[in-house]
């Protein structure tokens, strides 16, 4: 049966320029000398955790296991080049499973010219487990980093948050596109995507950049899918709650000067809103400012894997 899905695959998979020797030896040969600033990044996904088999289709969980990579390397502005997955799918049905989360892969591959080099299956009596590792390159305007951000900085985002649980955590598009071009036309100090929280993904860039972070939440994009999963759970918890903790939104955040924030915010260049939400401050920490201008603390909410 694995060899019958690797044959499947084999037959799938588009021709790459990078792929000297794709799937099928005992590993991959990219043609990637010359390649300067090879960026990696792997992320694992487990049924129960990252989504639950029973009621998601797998299409939809394959495309997640490669989007939440891709959206690493947006993080980085580097653009993309190679992938390897690994999976271990549950013995029954595990043919079936392995075909459709790579009939969810494949088309978000070759929507950024992504080459599947290879990877790894297994079966065994466990849940799902799918991981991807991806290769990028940082371009010619150097990498997009934590550290970087300095006091008087405006912090940027792109889009909106909350309530990705409702469909978008599988859905959403990576900002490799619009990461790449903001990188190109303004001068970022500092970036990361959100992928466990507004608040608490700021809070790390704000401390590796040895800083801390004042947000205006009066400003913070409410994605309409926050309000409805508000008004679902009617748990007390805010549309701003679940903006600032729900996590899986997979923007960005960016660090820029004020005078290059007013450019960029008066350019809206992405087709999708560049919103200014607060400013980087000498103070460690996050901060909510209120409409009165008081400084308070604000809760790094947000997703922390538990280690007992």
């Known amino acids: 049966m694995e060899q019958q899905f690797i044959a499947w695959l084999r037959e799938r998979?588009?021709?790459?320029?990078?792929?000297?020797?794709?799937?099928?030896?005992d590993a991959a040969i990219l043609r990637m000398a010359g390649v300067d600033g090879c960026v990696i990044t792997v992320d694992l996904l487990t049924d129960r955790?990252?989504?639950?088999?029973?009621?998601?289709?797998?299409?939809?969980?394959?495309?997640?296991?490669?989007?939440v990579n891709l959206s690493d390397l947006a993080a980085m502005a580097a653009r993309p080049l190679a992938a390897v997955l690994a999976v271990a799918l549950p013995k029954k049905g595990a043919g079936e499973l392995a075909i459709k989360l790579y009939e969810g892969i494949l088309p978000l591959a070759e929507r950024y010219d992504l080459a599947i080099a290879g990877g790894d299956t297994n079966t065994w009596d466990g849940p799902l487990v799918i991981t991807a590792t991806l290769l990028g390159q940082v371009t010619v305007d150097g990498p997009l980093c934590r550290k970087g951000a300095m006091p008087g900085d405006r912090i940027l985002v792109t889009g909106a948050f909350g309530g990705s649980i409702l469909g978008r955590q599988?859905?959403?598009?990576?900002?490799?596109r619009?990461?790449?071009?903001l990188n190109r036309r303004y001068d970022l100090h500092a970036g990361m995507d959100v992928s466990d929280g507004l608040a608490i993904d700021l809070s790390r860039l704000s401390r590796e950049s040895g800083c801390g972070?004042?947000?205006e939440t009066d400003r913070v994009p409410i994605h309409a899918d926050s309000v409805r999963l508000a008004r679902q759970q009617n748990d007390g918890r805010t549309p701003l709650d679940h903006a600032l903790g729900d996590g899986e939104d997979f923007e960005l955040i960016l660090a820029v000067s004020p005078s290059e924030a007013a450019t960029m915010l008066a350019d809206q260049p992405l087709g999708i809103p560049l919103t200014d939400i607060g400013s980087f401050g000498d103070t460690p920490g996050l901060w909510t400012r209120g409409s009165d201008g008081h400084i308070e603390p604000l809760a790094a909410t947000g997703w922390e894997h538990a280690f007992e």
Not at 13 to 25: K, N, R
Not at 57 to 65: C, E, H, S
């Open 13 to 25: 998979l588009p021709p790459h320029p990078l792929l000297q020797l794709g799937p099928g030896d």
């Open 49 to 67: 955790v990252d989504f639950i088999l029973a009621e998601v289709d797998p299409r939809r969980i394959g495309r997640k296991a490669l989007a």
């Open 170 to 176: 599988f859905d959403f598009e990576p900002r490799v």
């Open 178 to 181: 619009e990461a790449l071009l």
């Open 213 to 215: 972070a004042i947000v």
